[in-house]
């Protein structure tokens, strides 16, 4: 099965659903990329704070798919922000990933009010540094991750490029709707992370009773739900069963009635990870 793309605000095309590597380290990790190419999977999300570059590199090199074939994203941790920090963080990257360029660069938090005064200069001069890179052709696209509409109106104010991506927690039963529609207002992509929540999303009997109408997994409902929002996915697995179920969500669609019902969900799942709050 083809993967469908979204176009982004810079022309560029991505594959609509990726594959998360968190918590997926040494052997495991490997194994589920490798799997997870082999499924059909042609998007791989990894960052700094995984610890796991070099793992995702090498089942990259490995898996004799074309490098130009995959989609590879990583991310800059809060540790590498700021102009001189970034540019080094980014070679490092590469070097772990055994890549020569980025599809994809995100910051991977934003700084925040609560732990700096001048949060918004140290936004600003990481964001220049993605600029110069994207510029130079290193990255191909540069977003950033776990932005809030506050955090990213600040970074608008200089940032000469918009980012043309924000991955964000998104699952039913947490939407941070508000972020959404100021994202989709300004041509914005928006990733879901965790977007099967946590394990009690999957429990949940709304979900258990249409993933069972539809002869589908919750899992796949989760995703299917979020590919349906106009959103992009990133599930994360490393059982091969599910990786390559979590990719056959392209053979049916939840209707309107159900996505509602999804939708008004109460709060679950959410990892209480507020961007304004965090203090790493």
């Known amino acids: 099965m083809n993967q469908l793309t979204y176009q982004l605000n810079n022309g560029n095309h991505i594959p609509r659903l990726g594959f998360g590597t968190w918590e997926s380290l040494e052997e495991e990790g490997y194994n589920a990329v490798s799997t997870a190419l082999e499924t059909g999977y042609r998007h791989i999300d990894t960052a700094a704070a995984y610890k796991n570059e070099i793992v995702v590199g090498r089942a990259i090199k490995d898996s004799g798919v074309p490098r130009e074939e995959i989609f590879l994203t990583t991310k800059l941790w809060n540790s590498e922000r700021g102009y001189d920090k970034t540019l080094a963080a980014f070679q ?68 000469k490029i918009l980012p043309c991506i924000n991955q964000i927690e998104h699952h039913p039963g947490y939407m941070q709707q508000k972020t959404v529609d100021f994202c989709k207002n300004h041509d914005i992509l928006v990733e879901a992370w965790s977007p099967l929540g946590r394990g009690n999303v999957l429990k949940n009997e709304t979900i258990t009773g249409i993933a069972e109408k539809y002869g589908k997994t919750p899992a796949q409902i989760c995703i299917r739900w979020n590919l349906q929002l106009d959103l992009l996915p990133l599930p994360k697995s490393v059982t091969p069963e599910r990786i390559k179920s979590n990719f056959e969500v392209f053979d049916f669609e939840i209707s309107e009635a159900d996505m509602e019902r999804i939708s008004s969900l109460p709060e679950i799942g959410f990892t209480g990870l507020n961007p304004d709050e965090v203090d790493f």
């Open 92 to 159: 490092n990257a590469l070097v772990n990933l055994g890549t020569d360029y980025l599809d994809l660069y995100l910051i991977h938090w934003p700084a925040n009010k609560k732990q700096y005064d001048n949060w918004k200069e140290i936004n600003a001069d990481t964001w220049r540094a993605f600029e110069k890179l994207f510029q130079e052709g290193k990255i191909k696209n540069i977003g950033v991750s776990n932005f809030l509409p506050h955090h990213l109106e600040a970074l608008m104010e200089t940032a």
